[in-house]
Every structure is written in structure tokens, then in C-alpha cells.
């Protein structure tokens, strides 16, 4: 916290330099040639005596307030997609930017989310995060352009605005992998039914790594159902039901952990265990699912944290000049989505 009673000429005698390259460096003036080392006495002369740039002073200076806005898809509810938020407010902090939220429906209209946006923009942020819930493809209101923007995990119709996603391909790539490394060769998939790039992706990245395996990925078997609970248990009966038990999976890759969660519910009634009997990854590492499930379910984290943080990195960046996002907007940059081991992975029964 700043101390009102410290000036700027406190920290320039407490850091052995001038009152000009005090501002200087609080202020970040790009052009200013002042070393490393001086940059680093000074911040630290200023923190060790609380004192903080005059925002205002700032503000009429750079014609910036400092405050960056994020229209959140539902992510504010939404407590493993809420993680984008705390990397995006960790992020802002860090480099002296507050961030203002409004929570705005998926469901929403155009003409609502402009008016969304026009809030943030009488307010005079300086740039704009635009979040959604899952993965997916937007119509985004044209005032979004008028201050810089960045879109989390989803990418614009228009394809004018830089964006961050999730890889939704490797993280396929990266649950099936795991599951043949443990000598499973018949895996089944259970897929969403919603037409989102993850449903069509990671079903692509099922079969071509099986086929890289030497496995015919066209004849893994698949069941599609809603990506919720029930959906998982409605898929995992059908595929651990059938007749001829030799054809029966030894293991599921599941589309996400609540599919998972239901998957664990179909094989505990057919009377097998997991992983003894059955092996099970998910996706997304939903933490009161994935980390509570008995056994601890291994899936594949969204890289949730990393969005927030990494698009406002780039946000501050377009703000303070320091980089061109139209140059960045041509394709998304995408983000790796890592294994979580827990203990639903076995070899395979014999």
C-alpha cells in the first residue's frame, strides 16, 4: 500500500538517482535509457518505502486509467472456467492494472453484449478481455474493436481479434497416450454431441493416435451423449454392455470429467472396477470432481489459468505499445493442456 507522506525525491535519495529517473522508471517510459540494475534499485527503494506513482498523474500523462475490462460468458459461475479470471486479476495486478468484470449469459443476445461492452467502454478501460465458458466459435459485438482486445478460450466468426485456446487436440493426444503406455490396446471414447471444436478435435486426435499406434482408430468404438453426468453413465452402459465381453474396452477416454464421473457409476453397477477391470481418463481436471472420484480420476488440465494470464499479458502489452495484436490476430495461440496422474490408470486386465 502506498504511504501518502513518502514523495517521489524520498525514493530518489533512498536510490542514489535523480528525481527524473525515479519517474522514469515507475512510470515506464520506454525510451528512457536507464540500466537493469538502476531500474531495480529503484522499484525496490520504492516498495521498501511504499510509494506508489499518482494514478491520476499517470492518467492525464498517458491518457490511460489503468483499468482493463472482462466480459465473462457465464465463467463467474462457473468454478474450474473461474480460474481464467484469477490468472487474468493475478496477471493485471502484477503489472499495476486493475480489472473490472461483468458477467454476461452465453445465451445472451448481440445487442446485449455490445451494451455490455459499451459499460466497460464508458468507463474508459483500456482494453478488453472477452471470455467464454468453453471453447467455441463467437459473434462478437463491433464496439469490442474500439480499445485493444483479447479473446479467452474461444476465437471470433470473423477471425479479427487475437485469441488463446486450450490444445484441445494434444490433450486427446496426451489422455490416449497415457492409456496405451499402460498397454491398453481396445479403448473406447466417449464423446460429446454438441457441434464445438473440442467435440470435433479431440475425436480427430482419438483416432489418428490410435492409428499411430497401429490400431485401427476408425473402429474404436465411440458413444456420443451430452457432456454432462448422466450422459457419461447413459455412453459408458452402452459400451460396457455388450455381448461379446472380448470386444468389451479396457479402457475409456472420456470427453470430460463429468462424463467420466458417470462412467464411474455405469462400470461400479456392470461390477467392474476401476482400473482393475476398467481404466478411465477424463478431461478438463475439474478439481471437486477429478480429485474426489474413488479412485482419484487422471485427466487432462485446461490450461484455464493460463488463458487469463497470458491474454492479459498481451492485452497490457497492446496498451502501453509494446506489441501489435492485429499481427497476432491471423491465428489463435494455442496453449498446451497437461496430464494429471491420479489412480484411475492400470495395465489392463489379462
Not at 486450450?166 to 481396445?186: C, F, M, Q, S, Y
Not at 481418463?281 to 480429485?291: K, N, P, R, T, Y
Request: aromatic share 4%; glycine share 8%.
Amino acid at each position: 500500500m502506498s504511504n501518502k507522506n513518502i514523495g517521489i525525491k524520498d525514493v530518489a535519495t533512498a536510490a542514489g538517482v535523480s528525481v527524473t529517473t525515479v519517474s522514469h522508471v515507475l512510470n515506464e517510459v520506454a525510451y528512457a535509457r536507464i540500466s537493469p540494475e538502476t531500474r531495480d534499485k529503484v522499484r525496490s527503494a520504492a516498495e521498501q518505502l511504499g510509494y506508489g506513482p499518482n494514478r491520476l498523474a499517470q492518467a492525464l500523462r498517458t491518457q490511460r486509467t489503468g483499468m482493463l475490462g472482462l466480459v465473462s460468458e457465464d465463467i463467474a459461475t462457473t468454478p474450474h472456467a473461474g480460474r481464467i479470471i484469477l490468472g487474468a486479476e493475478e496477471a493485471a495486478k502484477a503489472r499495476g492494472y486493475n480489472l473490472m468484470i461483468i458477467n454476461t449469459s452465453g445465451s445472451a443476445s448481440l445487442e446485449s453484449r455490445r451494451d455490455d461492452v459499451e459499460a466497460l467502454l464508458e468507463r474508459r478501460v483500456d482494453g478488453i478481455l472477452y471470455a467464454t465458458m468453453y471453447h467455441r466459435i463467437v459473434e462478437l459485438p463491433a464496439n469490442l474493436g474500439s480499445v485493444p482486445s483479447v479473446l479467452v478460450d474461444s476465437v471470433a466468426a470473423a477471425g479479427n481479434i487475437t485469441a488463446v485456446i486450450p490444445d484441445e487436440e494434444g490433450g486427446a493426444r496426451t489422455a490416449v497416450e497415457a492409456l496405451l503406455a499402460a498397454g491398453h490396446r481396445r479403448i473406447g471414447f466417449l464423446n460429446n454431441t454438441d457441434d464445438v471444436p473440442a467435440t470435433r478435435q479431440r475425436l480427430h486426435a482419438f483416432r489418428a493416435t490410435l492409428k499411430e499406434a497401429g490400431l485401427d482408430g476408425g473402429a474404436a468404438p465411440v458413444e456420443s451423449e451430452v457432456s454432462e453426468v448422466h450422459g457419461g453413465y447413459a455412453a459408458a452402459r452402452r459400451m460396457l454392455s455388450r455381448k461379446d465381453r472380448g470386444d468389451m474396452p479396457t479402457a475409456l477416454f472420456c470427453y470430460n470429467d463429468r462424463m467420466a464421473m458417470g462412467a464411474y457409476r455405469a462400470a461400479a453397477e456392470l461390477g467392474l472396477t476401476i482400473p482393475g477391470d476398467l481404466s478411465v481418463v477424463g478431461f478438463d481436471d475439474q478439481e471437486l470432481i477429478a480429485a474426489n472420484l474413488h479412485p482419484g480420476l487422471t485427466t487432462v488440465a485446461l490450461p484455464h489459468y493460463e488463458m487469463g494470464a497470458w491474454a492479459t499479458e498481451h492485452l497490457i502489452d497492446a496498451v502501453e505499445g509494446k506489441t501489435d495484436l492485429s499481427l497476432m490476430a491471423l491465428h489463435p495461440t494455442i496453449l498446451s493442456c497437461p496430464l494429471v496422474r491420479r489412480d484411475s490408470i492400470t495395465a489392463p486386465p489379462q
